[in-house]
């Protein structure tokens, strides 16, 4: 049984981190891409960045770019997304993906991926 177990949430200021995890059980991991996404309340979700298989391709959403860092360990079938300068919209449930992809592209598009983690709280104060 897959699972992504998404962690490290929480209720932030503006201008402040937070680092998310995303643990992954029931797959190989290493030939997953891997992909965040965001939903606000009463919003699509939507893509907010991926990485390759091998960490060695990355894309991010405009918003994000220069704030944001995904990365990953694949001992560990771990993702990481690294978030700084948080702002009040950055606020959303953040879900972690797996796309079976062992291209150097990253895909920006939700169909692709397979498995979906439930999610974690991320809240901006202002």
């Known amino acids: 049984q897959v699972q992504l177990v998404e962690s490290g949430g929480g209720l932030v200021q503006t201008g402040g981190s937070l680092r998310l995890s995303c643990v992954a059980s029931?797959?190989?991991?290493?030939?997953?891409?891997m992909g965040w996404f965001r939903q606000a309340p009463g919003k699509e979700r939507k893509f907010v960045a991926a990485?390759?298989?091998?960490?060695?391709?990355?894309s991010y959403e405009d918003s994000v770019k220069g704030r944001f860092t995904i990365s990953r360990d694949n001992a560990k079938r771990t993702v990481y997304l690294q978030m700084n300068s948080l702002k009040p919209e950055d606020t959303a449930v953040y879900s972690c993906?797996?796309?079976?992809?062992?291209?150097?592209?990253?895909?920006?598009?939700?169909?692709?991926?397979?498995?979906w983690g439930q999610g974690t709280q991320v809240t901006v104060s202002s």
């Open positions: 990485i390759s298989w091998n960490g060695g391709s990355t």
């Open positions: 029931g797959l190989t991991f290493s030939s997953y891409a």
């Open positions: 993906a797996a796309d079976f992809n062992l291209g150097n592209e990253v895909l920006t598009t939700q169909r692709p991926y397979v498995y």
